[in-house]
């Protein structure tokens, strides 16, 4: 769940008009870290787009929740979709019950340091975005 919740306040972020959300794969990756993949309806008017070192750590105040990382993934333009696939785990000091619920009952106080670089494919032009603070909260109603 909170690698979806990186996900998508990634994408909502960085300007990508996100209208649906799939979860099409979700497994153990060990006893504190989940791996899957997404499809996330987008609508990409721009050239194709190259995100790459996509990470994220979400918080609740100043504690560590999850770490983040999904695998690089090309948005080609005029994309209406793209699926990603990253993997969640827990942070040292935290554990999976303290996410969980966190996830489920505090949502308000949860917020995501997000950082990828996003490369237009044909320029080759890159630029790194960083995001501190970001409300999952805000961004999870903005995509409604």
């Not at 990186?6 to 649906?20: H, K, P, R, V, Y």
């Not at 918080?59 to 994309?79: F, H, W």
């Amino acid at each position: 769940m909170f690698r979806q919740l990186i996900l998508i306040t990634l994408l909502s972020a960085f300007s990508f008009n996100l209208s649906t959300f799939n979860i099409t794969s979700i497994n153990r990756a060990g006893a504190r870290s989940l791996k899957g993949s997404v499809v996330i309806g987008v609508d990409n008017k721009s050239s194709d787009v190259i995100i790459s070192d996509i990470k994220g750590t979400v918080y609740r105040g100043e504690t560590a929740l999850v770490n983040g990382k999904a695998e690089d993934v090309t948005i080609p333009a005029g994309s209406n979709k793209v699926s990603v696939s990253g993997i969640a785990t827990v942070c040292p000091g935290s554990s999976v019950w303290i996410a969980m619920f966190a996830a489920l009952s505090d949502i308000d106080s949860l917020t995501a340091d997000i950082s990828c670089t996003l490369t237009d494919k044909a320029s080759g032009k890159s630029t790194l975005v960083e995001k501190k603070g970001v409300s999952l909260k805000h961004y999870l109603n903005s995509n409604k």
